[in-house]
């Protein structure tokens, strides 16, 4: 049960009047030509696939889950070979990839919102393209031409599937602990040996291939991160023709039985002499690896999107036909037996949180993804080092903030259907289920805390938050004047000072006792994550302020709804901010005999 619509009107939206992509790729060459309509169409299409190929297929995936036949083979759910056979067929693997490789060419901030929609209807089977994706950009970056030449156009046209094998048994986040060895061979390839776990996608039947990155270390390595080399090891070596040829010595060993997220294959992978070949330089394949993790945090930030508007739009229309009980204020429908529970006050305030959350987090993922763009393509070099910039801060932002909301959305969707949304045939108990993995994987969500304020803050002095910081002065400078605009204006200014003060004395304490970033890093995340919610509702409830006298009802929900983030949700920092300044003392002078 259960429904999925595109929201493209919200969508268009954030693109083109929030955003003013338009406009704004005239600044890049080689998007120059792109118009509103291309664009427009594109997701347009988009939405059908995924409402009506992927979506039908979600509970499907849950139900049945992947299965391990023996000897490395894993069979997916009903229907999800044959929806992606469709999904290549359409070229949507191609939609964001370099036209030098069979590439549509198109913007990230394109591809983004086609990531959206993938998640909302099915993130299980979003995972397999979405890894591929990734080491298409980890190939594309860093990949030597060969291997750009043998890999690319494969991974690009779908034909081929990816994969990132970083964790092992012993070890997690802590890269540094990892055993996998490569070995050099005569003709300049290597052997690879050791187990990876928790790889997601690693073994399929929707794909000819599956081109692993692969982290391991070298004879000769130094200990810890320094020592880590990246190579690509394919399931099937590529024959001279380029197609897949012998079988290599990768092979699945067994598959994970999860909480959530069964349509996709969690394995264990074995590598015995595996042969791959180096992807950059020995001993730095962190280096290489981190575009494609970076890539995989912005991607889970879309996954917590996707199940946040995925839970909004099933509890909206639940809490619209299901009755229960009369209004406190009077019957609501007084033809019916009882009122509909949205004319209750709670069932409005988990209701409009989704909706806060959800608008709010496609405003911020859609403009990352525009900087993304700017940063490789924008004409002007300033340009692209600021962009730059922004996307290493605010990437921990979008991973953790964004799936910490989607596991509050999708446990507020439950909520709003009682009873039934504790049972699996209505649907809302999987996004629960799905959206938690999100906290963890791709570095849990503490590890992005760390990441923020430890090296993205801390680490040079707060200089990229200055520049987050300065967009958000230079629109209350522009903005604080008008009276219309101070019930926005005041409290993102008083957000906006209260961090830059956090941040100073936290990084003071943490000069004297490094725990105290330990600390701090999550409410300072929150608190952070909530300065760029009220930076971007802000500059929505502008524009439809300025939009609310056309008659168009969508502006006045978008400004009903600002004014609930910030009349409700804002607040959180009030806790969040001295969480953040009651320092470690409490946590690290507690004998651990005492625990």
Known sequence: MGQYTAPLRDMQFVLHELLNVEGEVKQMPKHADLDADTINQVLEEAGKFCSEV?????????????????????????????????????????????????????????NNALYEMLNSANQAWTMYPGLSHGAYECLHAHGTPELQKTYLPKIVSGEWTGTMCLTEPHCGTDLGLLRTKA????????????????????????????????????????????GI????????????????????????????????IHGNSTCVMNLDGAKGWMVGEPNKGLNAMFVMMNAARLGVGMQGLGLTEIAYQNSLAYAKER???????????????????????????????????AEGARAFTYWSALQIDKELSHSDETGRKEAADLVALLTPIIKAFLTDNAFESTNLGMQVYGGHGFISEWGMEQYVRDARINQIYEGTNTIQSLDLLGR??????????????????????????????????????????KMQKLTMEIGMKAMQNPDEVGAAAVPYL???????????????????????????????????????????????????????????????EVDEALF
């Open 456 to 497: 993205k803050v801390l680490g040079d002095m707060g200089a990229k938050l200055k520049k987050f910081g300065k967009l958000v002065t230079d629109f209350v400078e522009a903005e604080g004047i008008k009276p219309e605009m101070q019930e926005f204006v005041n409290p993102l200014a008083d957000i906006g000072d």
């Open 183 to 226: 070995e050099p061979n005569a003709d300049g390839s290597y052997a690879l040996s050791g187990t990876k776990i928790f790889i997601s996608a690693g073994e399929h039947d929707m794909a000819a291939n599956i081109v692993h990155l692969v982290l391991a270390r070298l004879p000769d390595a130094p200990p810890g991160t320094k």
């Open 229 to 260: 080399s990246l190579f690509v090891v394919p399931k099937f070596v590529p024959n001279e023709a380029g197609e897949p040829g012998q079988r290599n010595g990768i092979k699945c060993g067994s598959i994970e039985h999860k909480m959530g």
């Open 526 to 588: 929150r608190t952070a994550g909530h300065l760029v919610f009220a930076y971007f509702w802000a500059r929505m409830a502008r524009i439809a302020l300025d939009k609310e006298s056309s008659g168009d009802p969508f502006y006045k929900s978008k400004l009903a709804t600002a004014r609930f983030y910030f009349a409700k949700l804002l607040p959180e920092t009030a806790t969040s901010i001295r969480q953040a300044r009651a320092g470690s003392k409490t946590l690290m």
């Open 323 to 357: 009755l229960q009980m009369r209004a406190l204020t009077g019957p609501k429908a007084p033809e019916k037996a009882a009122d509909p529970i949205i004319v209750h006050p709670d069932v409005r305030r988990m209701l409009l949180t989704q909706k806060a959350w």
């Open 54 to 110: 992927l979506f039908p297929l979600n509970q499907v995936g849950d139900r049945e889950g992947c299965t391990y036949a023996g000897d490395g083979v894993v069979t997916t759910p009903t229907g999800f070979k044959e929806a992606y056979a469709q999904y290549v067929e359409a070229g949507w693997p191609a939609l964001g990839c370099d036209p030098d490789f069979g590439g549509q060419g198109l913007p990230a901030f394109v």
